[in-house]
Each structure stands twice: as structure tokens, then as C-alpha cells.
């Protein structure tokens, strides 16, 4: 697998994130999906990856800086057919390593309280994120979990 800096100019990344979004809007009341499209995640704050494996797109990732020491994860996605295959795995071990390379000490994150992404939950704690209250400009919502790990950079 290779994980590079994407330019969001693809037509597979276009349709890879149509589906991320679409998905979330299927497992999350819309005033609770924070899911960035294509055109959110074009800002300069925003570091995007993509995940290749043979040629085929298998997952992204992306940090937001909030501000000079603190990033928010977002956009993790993993293909369906090779989710529990070690991809996130694979990016988010990369995300961390990059994240600390730019000086960033904490990461944190929102996602989902439902079923549906216990298996993401799992991932983060996995790797060291705890449970934390919301963060930049989220507020308390009963589909969102918010979590957080201070980087050794």
C-alpha cells in the first residue's frame, strides 16, 4: 500500500468522498453529519491522504489544523470491500507520524455515538485516543463522540 498527499483533482477521490458523505448521511441525522466534501476539504488548513493499493483507491484520511498545536482528524474512509484489512490502520499510524512531523501535539476527533461506528471508536482507542468533551466549534450531541490524544512532538 502508498499513502500520498492527494490534490482532491481525481474523479476516483470525487466519487471515493461522494460516497463517504453519502454514507454518513445514511447512519446520521443531517444536523449531526460533519463529514467535509470536496470542497471543504480543498482548504489550505487541511492536509488530505489517500490510500493506494495496486493502483486501487482503499482509503483517505485527512488533519485540520485548528490552530498552530492542536489538528482535528477527518475524513477517514476505508473501501468496503477492505474494511477490517488493516487500511485505517495502516493511514492513521502515517496521519500521527505526520502530524507530529508538522509540530502538532494534540489530534483530536468527532465521530459518530452509533452502532454503526463502534468499530471506528475501536480504532481510535486503539491508537491511544480517549473520550473528551467537544472542541473547537462542535457543541453536545447525542450522535457525536469526541476524542482526543496529545502527540509526543
Same mark, same amino acid.
Given at each position: 500500500?502508498?499513502?500520498? $498527499?492527494?490534490? !482532491? ?15 454518513? !448521511? #445514511?447512519?446520521? *441525522?443531517?444536523? #449531526?453529519?460533519?463529514? !467535509? ?6 482548504? *489550505?488548513?487541511?492536509?488530505?491522504? #489517500?490510500?493506494?493499493?495496486? /493502483?486501487?483507491? $482503499? +482509503? ?24 477490517? /484489512? ?6 492513521? @499510524?502515517?496521519?500521527?507520524?505526520? @502530524? ?18 463502534? *468499530?471506528?471508536?475501536? !480504532?481510535?482507542?486503539?491508537? +491511544?485516543?480517549?473520550?473528551?468533551? *467537544? ?9 457525536? $463522540? ?6 509526543? #512532538?
Amino acid at each position: 500500500m502508498e499513502i500520498v $498527499v492527494d490534490d !482532491l483533482t481525481g474523479d476516483e477521490i470525487a466519487k471515493f468522498l461522494d460516497e463517504h458523505v453519502r454514507e454518513m !448521511l #445514511s447512519t446520521t *441525522p443531517p444536523e #449531526s453529519k460533519h463529514a !467535509l466534501d470536496l470542497d471543504g476539504l480543498r482548504r *489550505p488548513e487541511i492536509t488530505f491522504w #489517500s490510500v493506494w493499493d495496486d /493502483g486501487t483507491l $482503499v +482509503g483517505c484520511g485527512a488533519i485540520k489544523r485548528l490552530d498552530p498545536g492542536h489538528a482535528e482528524l477527518k475524513s477517514m474512509r476505508t473501501a468496503t470491500a477492505r474494511k477490517r /484489512g488493516g487500511v485505517a490502520s495502516f493511514l492513521l @499510524a502515517h496521519i500521527i507520524a505526520e @502530524a507530529e512531523r508538522m509540530g502538532i501535539r494534540r489530534l483530536s476527533l468527532e465521530t459518530g455515538s452509533a452502532e454503526f461506528y463502534l *468499530p471506528a471508536r475501536r !480504532l481510535y482507542e486503539k491508537f +491511544g485516543f480517549t473520550f473528551c468533551e *467537544p472542541f473547537a466549534d462542535y457543541r453536545p450531541d447525542p450522535n457525536s $463522540v469526541f476524542m482526543t490524544r496529545v502527540l509526543t #512532538s
